[in-house]
């Protein structure tokens, strides 16, 4: 039931996420980071769900292939956990980046500098919700259960 | 029990990938598109009601019973998300959704001081200038032609004879009596005789010259057309007039007040008078349609007269090259600044909003100039105004200049914790008025050639039948530290 109690919270807090990345009034990405024309941009072109859709897609992708595909005890300890991480937190705002700039492309905009100041915080984002999707969803696998802490 | 965390993450993955890629639909994410790129076009409409009717269940609520689009419920739609956008945008709808055409009422002045307009050696501007109007309603509108001097007679040809004639004054010879024109008689009968949706236009040269006016003094006159002025358009309540100035080759003889007539060839003013409800001249400046009819070829001035306030499209530009200091734009009701902070070498704020001053009809000169504004606030802002061009535009900031006509730069220094910075376009008549009126037309020197008698007192009168209130327009920035 503890267990099950992580996963609900770890659904919780990414869902959260989700939502307040999407709101006009208070929204995530705009605490961390802004510029007002492109973040104007961002939001009338409704990248914003689209982001954050992609963060939590990788990080939580990352942890499930590490848990459940990897999930071998060759791989076990602290520092392969970290390597996903790692990879998770520079394969989302890559993703993120090229869909932002497609999207700019699309609609004859330009904010290169600002894309890339901007996927600064989605390399912070991956990496929290990494740790969220891992303690949402380590307690059913087989060999890597114990990391990145055992508990 | 063992396959529930398996389940629950599932659906987490399912519900984002419905939520961030399919829940705001294909039609929300189209009209995004159309309004950020800015190709508010009548093609663009016509592919989201194609969106539309083509998925009929989905969109039943903006279709009619018998499966057409709702053209209302679908500008509703449109409203909706362009004005949850940032800066919140408007895009008029109404021309491509079976909005009745506005209909056209013609009164053409048939005085003797008129016929010299249209001579065959002339330049033929003023014929032009009523072509043009003419032609600038779209094809299918109710267009009725009249001829006015001491009565109005309708025109007993088609439009399309009226266009052709090359020989106006001509063909409608021995219609009325061309010794005077009743301007009582004639704004009377024109705004009585208006019903919504119909924009009348007087085609004159706005000399007002009742029957015989021997012996009367020119002061008196001015006074008697002022107080005329005055008295008809107070009567009709609801009423907008835009008076636009040209210029025409003349070539005959010229009546002066006086009564000794004699020959003048070269240019002289002559004017149209649009008049309709608020509504109609409204509609005759956002609807595209009719951009021409308010913007024509050869026009040298233009005033709109009318009551009350208007209201202006404001934003506030993020990215400016005159942009000094900065600030972030809080996405509220009303223009709100916050977190303001001055430059750091020079300690001021300076920011540029784009403002929409098309509607208000008024001439590029009085709009231009600062000294024509008010601007109120602790720190002392002050303002300059430039109208935009399209060299200004990018694509970036296109979002934000889009519809727009005018850059309000203010300045100030920041100093105050919070400030309000109210800016108000007076309303008074523009200076062309009273540079294009004179006191006296005996004789063809000075600047005969580019004023009318007793202009000031006639457009005077109006204005004091129409102004409504001490403004034009009003925009309040609040600034936050």
Known sequence: ?????YLIIGIAVTVLFFILSCTDGFNI???MYYHQGFNDAMFNLDMYPVIAAITILVAWGGAAIYYYAINSVKFDRWYHWLAIMGVVAVLAPVICYIYNDSVFANNNMSYIGESVA???????FAALLYVVASYSMRWWSSNCRHTPLPQ | MKRLPMLLMACLLAGLVLTACGGRGKLEKAVRTVLVSGDTTRASYDSLCSLVTANPGKYADLLTPEGKIDHKRMAEFIEGIASALRPPMHWDTRPYGGVEDLSLTVYFERSGSMVPYDQRGGGGQ???????????FPAGSKVDINIVNDGIYPYQHTVDEFLKDRDIYQSTAGIGDASYTDFQLIFNKILEAQR???????????????????????EKIFNEENSLATRVFAKYKGKSVVVQQFMGDYSGKYYPYNGVPFEYNGKRPFYLVIIGDNESI??????????GVLDPAGMRNSYRFNQGTSEVQCNVLPDWKDNAGRFRIRHSDGIVLNKCDGDRQTGKLCFTVAANLGGLLKDEALLTDAASYDVESIDGYTLTVQPIDQSMVTNNNKSYLDGMTHLLTLTGDLKSPRDEVHISLRNELPAWVNQSSSSSDTSTG???ATTTLGLEQLLGGMFDAMKGGKNIFEVTIKLQR
């Open chain 1, 29 to 31: 990405y705009e605490l």
């Open chain 2, 446 to 448: 000075g600047s005969f």
């Open chain 2, 282 to 291: 409204d509609q005759l400046a956002s609807d595209k349609r009719y951009a």
């Open chain 1, 118 to 124: 901007f996927e600064m915080q989605t390399v912070l």
């Open chain 1, 1 to 5: 039931m503890k267990h099950l109690t």
């Open chain 2, 196 to 218: 919504p949706g119909n924009v009348s236009v007087l085609v004159s040269d706005l000399i007002y010259s009742p029957k015989d006016t021997r012996g009367v003094s020119l």
């Open chain 2, 126 to 136: 003023l014929k032009k200038a009523v072509n043009d109007l003419i032609n600038h």
